[in-house]
């Protein structure tokens, strides 16, 4: 009898070590990250210190590495995802919960969260084989025309580019705007909205005025995930953006973004400096998503964690 | 007064348009994916190895490869993943599960290309080669935060009574865990494990230098190993034809596995509620 029962006690004990040990391996993991892209991208950093980030020349030859190329890449394709994706996932998010219930609500959200189940290389095929020719045939000429006193909107048709990189990644993040924006907008409480309503105010009145600034926080930190993902997305973006390390005021220019350098240079990079270099990329990556989305979760929480201290 | 009321037609008419305009892709893709893969959907495609352009062959070595891979992940991620949702949703640490939680949702965020660089100086390079096990190691951090937050809220559900009930029983801690939380959980547990599973198995980026894919069979994990999106990536930007039909059947491959688990998860989800 005593036997059982202290077999019974070591098993508990090794149980709670078992979760212990689980969860600690995540905060591990984390540090792991920095420690070990900042080890692998030491030579990188006492060589070029802060000029990495600003210098905009990549020469595996002369062992010269700059980042300054990658970080516009994956800013400018970023900033243009948040921007379109930003719209259209807030848009659904205001219609899944306010102009639509029922079927019809389930079955929109259902397509719109299958869109994060399309793997990336998927997107990149399509936007390679269907997006780009048809932007270089198509949407790059009669943007030109329209557009074209803007330097945005200049240069050759090349149909691979930032443009492309941009629309494919703004479809990527609409499943995560809409679904954080559609759960803080489920958050505001009803009463506000009907108040709103029964004072004669519009639909849209009510949205802009009480809604939207109610789940504010949420909704940037929705946002925040999202061009958290569009920073990291490697494969489509590879596939589309052309692959070259300039720096050019047109989104029809191709161009590269850090993830994707990674992705093509990594396995053929040959000195040790150049691997560095990448890794330095990649370190650069984590520190910026990872302040993203450090902020986006903590926004997200603080909207979350008030409407739960209110309902109590 | 009419100004106020047209101003609220544009807006809905403007929302409305936009949501349609989300789901379009959708349509777009899938559509043109079937439309370019299905011809090449056929059985050969899965018993065939690559073969050099012209003659005919298939992916039979990435199907296997992406399967072994991602079964080793899921054998490192889920006891990890499982536990860590168990520590946050049974123990009472208030601060060191916020610490923990929080860590998880950013681990969750980190690019999987990173988690690739991760896995290739702490696997690849000390082992001296690509291996389909570096890359099981890469899905399995890939997977480890999402099983983790899926299965806390899980746990989360089950009724405080069971576990009174259990306990009140005679049952020791780690019986109520294992034989009251753990079933009663668990039709919500494979729910999160299947969704972790169909974003392992559509990655590319962090297989590019660990599995890094191989043409032939590839049965020891040591070595490097075919996956799935790896052969449709690689196929998709060869200047051959026929190579990229085979890739675009890969595609709808993939798509078709995605699409089956998350309709599977959310039937899981729909018979807990």
């Known amino acids: 009898m005593r036997g059982v029962l202290c077999l019974g006690r070591i098993l508990d004990r090794l149980t709670s070590w078992w979760f212990w040990i689980s969860a600690l391996l995540i905060g591990t993991l984390l540090v792991l990250f920095f420690i070990m892209l900042g080890d692998q991208s030491g030579a990188s950093i006492s060589k070029f210190s802060w000029k990495f980030l600003f210098?905009?020349?990549?020469?595996?030859?002369?062992?010269?590495f700059g980042a300054l190329p990658f970080l516009y890449g994956t800013a400018m394709t970023s900033l243009f995802a948040i921007v379109f994706g930003g719209v259209i996932g807030i848009a659904s998010a205001l219609f899944l919960v306010y102009f639509t219930r029922g079927r019809l609500r389930v079955i929109l959200g259902t397509f719109i969260e299958l869109l994060a189940a399309i793997p990336s290389v998927v997107y990149g095929l399509w936007g390679l084989f269907v997006l780009s020719p048809w932007l270089q045939n198509y949407g790059e000429p009669f943007l030109a025309r329209v557009l074209g006193f803007l330097p945005l909107f200049h240069g050759m048709p090349v149909g691979v580019g930032y443009l492309a990189a941009g629309i494919i990644l703004s479809v990527m993040i609409i499943p995560t705007v809409t679904s954080i924006t559609r759960d803080i907008l489920l958050a505001v409480p009803q009463d506000l909205h009907e108040g709103g309503l029964a004072l004669g105010a519009t639909e849209y009145?009510?949205?802009?005025?009480?809604?939207?600034?109610?789940?504010?926080?949420?909704?940037?930190?929705?946002?925040?995930?999202?061009?958290?993902?569009?920073?990291?997305?490697?494969?489509?973006?590879?596939?589309?953006?052309?692959?070259?390390?300039?720096?050019?005021?047109?989104?029809?220019?191709?161009?590269?973004?850090?993830?994707?350098?990674?992705?093509?240079e990594f396995t053929e990079a040959t000195s040790h400096l150049y691997i560095s270099s990448l890794y330095e990329v990649g370190l650069v990556l984590l520190v910026v998503t990872i302040l993203f989305f450090g902020v986006a979760r903590l926004l997200i929480w603080r909207v979350s964690h008030v409407q739960k201290g209110r309902m109590v | 007064m009419q100004w106020r009321k047209a101003k609220n037609r544009i807006f809905s008419t403007a929302i409305i348009a936009l949501s349609l305009l989300a789901v379009l892709p959708l349509f777009l893709i899938l559509g043109y994916v079937i439309y370019r893969g299905l011809p090449g959907l056929n059985l050969s495609f899965f018993t065939r190895l690559p073969a050099p352009t012209g003659i005919p062959g298939g992916m039979a070595n990435a199907v296997v490869g992406s399967l072994e891979i991602v079964f080793v992940a899921s054998l490192i991620s889920l006891p990890v993943g499982i536990g860590a949702g168990l520590f946050l949703s049974e123990f009472r640490v208030p601060r060191?599960?916020?610490?923990?939680?929080?860590?998880?949702?950013?681990?969750?965020g980190v690019p999987s290309i990173v988690i690739g660089l991760l896995a290739y100086a702490l696997v690849v390079a000390p082992m001296g080669g690509f291996s389909g096990l570096s890359g099981s190691i890469a899905l399995a951090v890939l997977m480890i935060p999402t099983i983790a937050r899926s299965s806390e809220q899980v746990l989360r559900l089950v009724p405080v009574s069971i576990r009174e009930a259990a306990l009140s029983l005679g049952a020791r801690r780690t019986q109520v865990w294992l034989r009251a939380v753990l079933p009663t959980a668990m039709s919500g547990l494979i729910t999160g494990f299947l969704l972790a599973v169909s974003r392992a198995l559509g990655e590319t980026a962090p297989l590019l230098f660990t599995a890094f894919g191989n043409q032939f069979w590839s049965n020891n994990l040591l070595k490097p190993t075919a996956a799935l999106p790896l052969q449709v990536f690689v196929y998709a930007i060869s200047p051959y034809q026929d190579w990229q039909q085979e890739a675009w059947t890969g595609a709808l491959t993939l798509v078709l596995i995605a699409l089956a688990i998350n309709v599977l998860a959310r039937l899981g989800t729909r018979a807990v509620k």
């Open chain 1, 55 to 64: 210098t905009s020349t990549w020469d595996p030859v002369h062992q010269i």
């Open chain 1, 205 to 264: 009145e009510v949205i802009r005025n009480i809604s939207l600034p109610y789940a504010r926080a949420g909704i940037i930190g929705g946002l925040m995930l999202g061009l958290g993902r569009a920073f990291g997305e490697t494969i489509a973006v590879t596939m589309v953006i052309g692959n070259r390390p300039e720096i050019s005021a047109s989104l029809f220019a191709p161009g590269y973004t850090m993830a994707s350098v990674i992705a093509n």
């Open chain 2, 96 to 108: 060191v599960q916020s610490v923990i939680r929080f860590f998880s949702d950013v681990l969750s």
